[in-house]
């Protein structure tokens, strides 16, 4: 499958900036540039060009408007994440809307121990790209503490969580437009913790929790755990979860609480836009039906405006805004939160009876790091890597797979998305790139009625010879099953 781009045409009659523009749009197209690169400053095009400061400037301001570069502040013009109109994203899921059993954990635990294997091509777990994490930093200021603050840093610290990371969690959350103190939030053991916090707060067994379909594996197995039923809702994949279909899923079923994954859901990449994001509150919160979202990756935004969170439309306190430093900082430290508006007491509770308490000294060290005032530098590095990586690994699944073949188009995160032509099974598929020393997830994990047989989740965060060697490998043994 080929990626077309048809190419530009210079007009004659293009003011000097329009040429500029057109140039480096040409080379944007041809890939000279890529996305996630830096092109040329404004003083060096205008040396390269010989034209003036202000023409490159209303160049970069052009090309800025069709969506091509973007700006940093205080480090340069960017090519954008762009992907291939002429393929299309995968099919907009269509699971029938009764609720349904959860029965996953066998097919998970079976997975789960090759996708963690590092002698393996890494395109199973969605795990960050360990080499853009602070591992030193972190690392650093944790064993200062230790030394600084021994005996503090080795007490529990009971829920509702280490005050000091409160306090730079609830400052974060202003970007995503939500305000929220220190005292509304809990700590926990990741965002998995918090999650299950949420469902157990808002559900007993039996009952019924809308999700969307696909959605995270680990969302499915802590309702699995619990006996909860799942509500699967279609899901758009730039757009997220269908509110009219909810609405009447809604309406045909009791349900106890409603599960989003509102930016950049893993493994389908959509992010509901604010319009909707708003209306989904109004809905739910008319019903007294109380909202879990997971904003685990919003802040890998490729854009550059971090997407609002649900929670910043909050009037009554019925949305649960879980999110953790998993995918930016540091999953091994396992330092997740919520913040549980109304449920607050009660999870503060639970969270206590279940784990009396989060880990301290990776709470103390997330907290001074966040403090130090790196993180700001550090995700803007991140963010670009991740849309540069994500782009390649598009092109080359575009390149490699065979025809049929549709992928999802992130704004952000590291996941994508992939249907493959009918014929294919991703489990059959799976097993044969473990031959191959390749792991990937098979679209079976996302669903509870074992939906997405012919999908796959790739995890793109990395790019490299041997990813890109894995990817055309795992094509061929595509192909050779259509
Ligand atoms: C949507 C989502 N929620 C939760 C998790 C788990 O996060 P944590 O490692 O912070 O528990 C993941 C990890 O991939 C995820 O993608």
């Given at each position: 499958m080929e990626m077309t781009t048809a190419p530009r045409k210079l007009h004659k009659n293009s003011k000097l900036y329009e040429q500029v523009a057109e140039h480096i749009a040409r080379m944007i197209d041809t890939q000279t540039y890529r996305a996630g690169e830096r092109i040329p400053s404004v003083r060096e095009m205008s040396i390269q060009k010989r034209v003036s400061v202000s023409t490159v400037l209303q160049a970069y301001g052009l090309l800025e408007s069709q969506g091509l570069i973007e700006a940093k502040p205080q480090s340069g013009y960017y090519v954008r994440a762009r992907f291939s109109k002429s393929v299309p994203v995968p099919d907009i899921s269509s699971p029938q809307c009764d609720p349904t059993k959860v029965n996953i954990h066998e097919l998970t635990m079976m997975i789960m121990k090759d996708i963690f294997?590092?002698?393996?091509?890494?395109?199973?777990?969605?795990?960050?790209?360990?080499?853009?994490?602070p591992a030193d930093k972190l690392n650093r200021i944790l064993a200062s503490i230790a030394r600084r603050k021994s005996v503090d840093s080795i007490k529990y610290d009971i829920p509702p969580g280490y005050m000091p990371l409160r306090i730079q969690i609830a400052r974060k959350a202003v970007k995503a437009g939500a305000s929220f103190g220190p005292d509304e939030i809990i700590t926990t053991n990741g965002c998995i913790e918090a999650i299950d916090l949420c469902l157990r707060a808002t559900c007993k067994a039996g009952d019924t929790v809308a999700i969307e379909s696909p959605t995270y594996f680990g969302i499915l197995q802590s309702m699995e755990s619990m006996g909860l039923k799942a509500l699967e809702i279609p899901t758009h994949p730039?757009?997220?979860?269908?509110i009219d279909t909810l609405m009447f899923a809604i309406e045909q079923t009791p349900v106890k609480a409603c599960l989003v994954i509102?930016?950049?859901?893993?493994?389908?990449?959509s992010c509901i836009p604010d319009e909707n994001k708003k209306r989904l509150v109004r809905l739910l919160e008319g019903l007294d039906i109380p909202l879990i979202e997971v904003?685990?990756?919003?802040?890998?935004?490729?854009?550059?405006i971090r997407p609002t969170v649900c929670k910043a439309y909050d009037?009554?306190?019925l949305v649960l805004l879980c999110s953790s430093?998993?995918?930016?900082?540091?999953?091994?430290?396992r330092v997740g939160w919520v913040a549980?508006?109304?449920y607050q007491s009660k999870i503060e509770w639970l969270k206590f009876t279940f784990s009396?308490?989060?880990?301290?000294l990776p709470q103390m060290a997330v907290a001074e790091y966040l403090q130090s005032g790196g993180y700001e530098l550090h995700m803007r590095k991140v963010r670009r890597a991740y849309a540069y990586n994500v782009s390649r690994m598009y092109e080359a699944v575009i390149r490699h797979f065979p025809e049929g073949t549709r992928v999802s188009r992130p704004d952000g995160g590291f996941v994508l998305w992939i249907q493959m032509p009918e014929t294919v099974d991703s489990l059959i598929l799976y097993k044969q790139a473990l031959q191959a020393g390749i792991t990937l997830s098979p679209g079976?994990?996302?669903s509870a009625t074992k939906r997405y047989k012919n999908y796959i989740r790739l995890n793109a965060s990395r790019w490299s010879d041997d990813i890109n060697r894995g990817v055309i490998r795992l094509g061929e043994i595509v192909e050779k099953m259509v």
């Open positions: 294997n590092p002698n393996l091509v890494p395109l199973g777990a969605a795990t960050p790209n360990s080499s853009l994490l730039s757009e997220g979860i269908n509102s930016n950049y859901n893993n493994p389908l990449g904003d685990i990756s919003g802040e890998l935004h490729f854009a550059d009037k009554k306190g430093f998993s995918k930016t900082l540091c999953p091994g430290y549980a508006g109304r009396l308490a989060t880990a301290t079976y994990l996302f």
